[in-house]
């Protein structure tokens, strides 16, 4: 029986320690896998739920739009028209919300 060297492992344990290796890295990537899945499956929920609701109600959710105080002379309407065209070019509000709000600043 030929004598084996003290300190390394022989055909079977090198063997076993890969297997252990891979087993580990393999349950390591399957559970990050699995919690990456669920973070995306609840930001699709709550996205659903939110386009689900009435756009009125999406509208009151978001921050307030604050008018600003007038700078270079621009009258106070004219900034908020513009901060109401930068949150429907952001999809935050509807076409509709926008023109409604519009006219509402303008008086007609």
């Not at 399957?30 to 739920?49: L, P, T």
């Not at 009125?56 to 007038?70: C, D, E, H, L």
Request: charged share 20%; net charge positive; glycine share 10%.
């Amino acid at each position: 029986m030929p004598l084996r060297r003290v300190g390394r492992p022989g055909l079977i344990g090198t063997m076993a320690r890969t297997a252990v290796v891979a087993g580990t890295a393999s349950a390591t990537a399957g559970a990050v896998s699995r919690r990456q899945q669920k973070r995306h499956a609840q930001k699709d929920a709550e996205d659903q739920a939110l386009y689900e609701q009435e756009p009125g109600q999406a509208a009151q959710q978001t921050a307030p739009v604050q008018a600003a105080p007038s700078v270079g002379g621009q009258p106070e309407y004219m900034q908020e028209l513009q901060q109401l065209a930068q949150l429907k070019s952001q999809g935050i509000i509807t076409e509709e919300e926008f023109q409604a709000k519009k006219r509402q600043l303008l008086g007609l």
